[in-house]
């Protein structure tokens, strides 16, 4: 191949590496905000719609991983007309060459970084989002341990959230000293619009969960493929992405529609 070709082709993959990526890191901003017990929380917003009443969803990562899970996903939830926000639980570490900030300080202060212990730290994202970033409704998101405590917060304090998105829940915490129905107790109180999925394996996890929650505004997505574990299953990398994110903007448009969607005339009958 011509030199010149071989420059053009390398060109094609440096656009492809870091230009996907640009829009990101101008979209976020990093705030901190103090978890229950006062220790930091670093958090990435994703919030280019200036209207305050814009839907917000609060969006927390899965074991060993930071608020760096959300590069991808919260740009696309952007365009679909949606504020974010992404936080480090204490319970992580990194991922997407994002290091979990939270957890960092958790460990220098000598604070517990269980699971369990990072409860307090959804319970305070929340808190804050809805005093200083979302007048309209609120979402909580989880991915994988995080996923099933959206569904017991919420659960147990309705007014945290208007909505639960729960990307592989399960009963995680009787190594911790709850009870093997510790979730599935609490999704019995749930009264808001909540949607669950998962890896294709990890129905039986979260199937006695998804059946205590109370009929009505209730969903889930379970992909014919393998699929993938956590909100991870919606990075483009895994070809079965797509079916993914079509569930989600079919929940996201049914029950908290943004003023793009309202304005769509395909959404009209």
């Known amino acids: 191949m011509p030199y010149s070709h071989l420059r053009a082709a390398f060109a094609v993959l440096i656009l492809a590496a870091f230009g996907a990526a640009a829009p990101t890191e101008k979209a976020l901003r990093k705030v901190d905000f103090p978890s229950k017990d006062k220790l930091k929380i670093t958090a990435d917003l994703y919030a280019p719609h ?10 927390f990562h899965q074991a060993g991983w930071s608020r760096g899970e959300y590069r991808e996903i919260a740009p696309k939830l952007n ?34 970084m269980t699971y369990l212990d990072a409860r307090q730290d959804l319970v305070a994202a929340l808190e804050y989002a809805r005093k200083n970033h979302a007048k309209g409704k609120l979402v909580a998101w989880g991915s994988s341990y995080s996923s099933a405590l959206v569904l017991h917060v919420v659960g147990e304090k309705k007014k945290l959230a208007d909505g639960v998105m729960s990307f592989a829940p399960g009963e ?82 049914e029950h908290f529609p943004t003023k793009k969607a309202k304005k769509d005339p395909k959404k009209k009958k």
């Open 50 to 59: 200036k209207d305050k009443k814009t839907p917000f969803l609060v969006l």
């Open 79 to 112: 365009k679909l007309g949606y504020n974010c926000l992404a936080i480090d639980q204490r319970s992580g570490g990194t991922i997407n060459g994002v290091a979990n900030e939270t957890m960092a300080r958790a460990k220098k202060a000598g604070k517990g």
């Open 172 to 253: 995680y915490f009787a190594r911790f000293g709850k009870s093997k129905t510790w979730i599935r107790d609490a999704a019995k109180k749930l009264k808001h619009p909540t949607f669950i999925t998962s890896a294709k394996r990890e129905h039986r996890s979260w199937k006695a969960i998804y059946d205590a929650i109370p009929k009505g505004k209730k969903a889930f997505y379970l992909p014919e493929t393998k699929g993938n574990h956590g909100s991870r299953a919606l990075w483009e990398q895994f070809p079965d992405h797509e079916g993914y994110w079509k569930a989600v903007r079919a929940f996201l448009a």
